[in-house]
Every structure is written in structure tokens, then in C-alpha cells.
């Protein structure tokens, strides 16, 4: 089996690095501040690119990444729309929305299986088979797109009605849906503006409330609650877009 290169060894990184060398798959690793142009001539035809840095590194590494392993990319972060690969002429890369937790300290913890299209999937389904983490194939396009979206809702409406309500989601749910329900419509709201393409929102509500039951004790609001709430009024201020109860939690 060829290699895989991994761009970033934080918790997620790892967890893939050690599925895909218990895959039987080669693994090349790539630390903050490698030399990717060198790294590519010594690496130039790895089966698969794995992207595993922060949220907020991820513009910065796709706009640096080689061309011979552009082709190659697959991407793994939260809060994940085409827009932020298409700005950098990414045409059909592996996308893998992750559904396990991993913390410091501790085994990851799947809570559904994860959803990934494109063209290194069935390597990625392999790795994550072989480390006991459960994970489907999709296909690239609106059952992506949907499946993006499904899990952004789900992280932007936790995060940001637990800035209110602390708790968990199942104590969200139980004790504050209308609540829920308000803040989750503006979060749809924006992702319709940010992908051009309106939603089937019972069927992400339904999705979101998947996710619940396979955790209920899941805290509402990580430390990146404050960040997610701020992006998500940025993104409403450029469509253009009302969102009272966003706008409130903000003061």
C-alpha cells in the first residue's frame, strides 16, 4: 500500500495516523513549521494528504500545499463547507466529517459513524475500521454538502445556546428547545447563504437530535463557544442576514 502523508499531530491527527498504520498504510508525518515543498520531493505520490491542523490553520496550509499533492487533499475539520476548499482550486478532495471525540488523555469515543466522500475514502474507512471507530462512504456532492452541514448545526447550535444554558445536549433539548430550535434555524440560515443551497432543515434537525442520543451527556459549550458564536455574526453581517437570537447572545 502507497503512504500517507499527515499535515498536523494534534489529537485528531494522531488518531488517523495510528488508523492508517494499523490499516497497514505507510504513514509520513508533518510537523508546524516543515518544509512542504521539500517534504513533496521526498513524498511526491503519497495515495492520500491528510490535513489534520487547527480550524484556523486550515486557509493557510491549503493556499501552501504542493501542487503534485493537491490532488491528493483530504480534510477533516469542523465547521467545513466546499467554499473553503473551492477559494483555493481544490477540484474533488476526500472530505471526512468526524464524529468521535478525542481529548487528551483518553481513547477516542465514537458517537455515530462518520460520513467521507471522495476519492481516498474507502482508505480513510479503513483506517478508522481498524481502530474500532465507525465510518460510512458517501458520495461527493449534495450528500456531502448535506452531511457538512448536518454537523455544523450541530456543533454551532450546541456551542452557542450553551453560552446561555450551560448543560448538556440532552438537558438542552428536554429543558430549552424553543430555544434550540431558534438559535438552530439561524444557524441554517447562514449555512444556506454560505452554500447557496437551502437545507432540508427537519431532516438536519433530525440529524443534529441523532447525534444527542448517541451522547446525551455531551457539554453544550466547548472553549471555542465565544469564536464560533463571533464567525457565525461575521458571516451573517456579509449575506446580509438579521439572526435576532444570535445577535442577542452576543450583547
Known amino acids: 500500500m502507497s503512504e500517507a502523508v499527515v499535515i498536523g499531530l494534534g489529537q485528531l491527527g494522531r488518531v488517523f495516523a495510528g488508523g492508517l498504520l494499523r490499516a497497514g498504510c505507510p504513514v509520513a508525518p508533518v510537523n508546524r513549521g516543515d518544509d512542504l515543498a521539500k517534504l513533496s520531493r521526498s513524498h511526491p505520490t503519497p495515495e492520500l494528504v491528510l490535513v489534520a491542523v487547527a480550524e484556523n490553520d486550515l486557509p493557510t496550509v491549503l493556499a501552501a500545499l504542493p501542487e503534485v499533492w493537491k490532488p491528493r487533499a483530504a480534510l477533516i475539520q469542523n465547521e467545513l463547507l466546499p467554499r473553503d476548499w473551492e477559494t483555493h482550486g481544490y477540484i474533488d478532495p476526500t472530505v471526512i466529517s468526524v464524529w468521535f471525540e478525542k481529548k487528551k488523555g483518553t481513547d477516542a469515543r465514537p458517537l455515530l459513524a462518520s460520513p467521507v466522500a471522495g476519492p481516498g475514502a474507502t482508505l480513510l474507512c479503513q483506517a478508522l475500521t481498524a481502530i474500532d471507530l465507525p465510518c460510512r462512504e458517501v458520495t461527493p456532492g449534495n450528500e456531502l454538502l ?3 452541514v448536518r454537523k455544523n448545526v450541530y456543533i454551532l447550535t450546541t456551542n452557542i445556546t450553551g453560552l ?88
Request: aromatic letters at 6%; charged letters at 20%; one cysteine or more.
Open 146 to 148: 448535506f452531511e457538512l
Open 164 to 251: 446561555k444554558t450551560g448543560g448538556t445536549v440532552s438537558q438542552l433539548w428536554a429543558q430549552h428547545e424553543t430555544f434550540a430550535r431558534e438559535v438552530a434555524n439561524e444557524v441554517m440560515d447562514i449555512q444556506d447563504a454560505l452554500t447557496g443551497m437551502a437545507q432540508d432543515r427537519d431532516a438536519l434537525i433530525a440529524g443534529m437530535l441523532e447525534a444527542f442520543e448517541a451522547d446525551p451527556g455531551h457539554s453544550c459549550t466547548g472553549r471555542s463557544a465565544p469564536a464560533r458564536l463571533a464567525r457565525a455574526l461575521q458571516h451573517a453581517d456579509a449575506f446580509g442576514l438579521d439572526l435576532p437570537t444570535l445577535r442577542a447572545l452576543a450583547g
